[in-house]
């Protein structure tokens, strides 16, 4: 979930309840709505559609809402935290077990040697953000509850060769002279 909307991993992540979730249709397109309250105060985020198959798993390893059909607890404004354990515990942060996954993975280490932590995760989404989805700042600050100045410093790395296609091209009917 964290990768899939870029929610930071602490209270924002922590706080979520089934309640917070949502679905938002725009122009015939159905959207993932996740109410965050956190660091910067509360805010809606869209999540990416691959989301879905992550809350679906988290449904089926949750054995008191085992019972509700995936559809019908969006309606039934639930009060359990969506990040939990199958017996409805809590902890107080996953770090831990993020950890241990990464590490039983092998993917503990960077290329550059830097262990990844959970806000590897946000970094990881502003970046893709950013350079394969092509978002814009103001969209990304909205998304991530950022100021421009602060998406620009830590999460784009975007140069003007790796944006030479949009650097490059001009509109259809633009007449060029050199």
């Known amino acids: 979930m964290l990768?899939?909307?870029?929610?930071?991993?602490?209270?924002?992540?922590?706080?979520?309840?089934?309640r917070h979730l949502e679905w938002h249709t725009d122009k015939g397109t159905r959207y993932l709505r996740v109410w965050v309250d956190g660091k910067t105060g509360g805010r809606w985020l869209i999540a990416r559609h691959?989301?879905?198959?992550?809350?679906?798993?988290?449904?089926?390893?949750?054995?008191?809402i085992q019972h509700w059909e995936f559809e019908d607890l969006f309606q039934q404004r639930l009060s359990q935290k969506l990040f939990r354990i199958h017996n409805g515990y809590q902890p107080v942060s996953l770090n831990g077990t993020f950890r241990r996954l990464l590490r039983d993975a092998g993917l503990l280490l960077n290329q550059q040697g830097n262990t990844r932590t959970l806000y590897s995760l946000r970094h990881t989404y502003a970046t893709q953000a950013l350079l394969v989805?092509?978002?814009?700042?103001?969209?990304l600050v909205r998304q991530m509850g950022n100021s421009g100045a602060m998406?620009?410093?830590?999460y784009s790395k975007l140069t003007a060769t790796m944006a030479a296609d949009r650097?490059?091209?001009?509109?259809?009917?633009d007449e060029v002279s050199f």
């Open 50 to 64: 691959e989301a879905v198959a992550v809350l679906k798993r988290l449904h089926q390893r949750q054995a008191d």
């Open 3 to 18: 990768l899939h909307t870029g929610m930071r991993h602490g209270t924002e992540a922590m706080g979520i309840c089934w």
């Open 151 to 154: 998406i620009e410093r830590h």
């Open 133 to 139: 989805r092509r978002t814009d700042i103001h969209t």
């Open 167 to 173: 650097l490059a091209s001009f509109c259809a009917g």
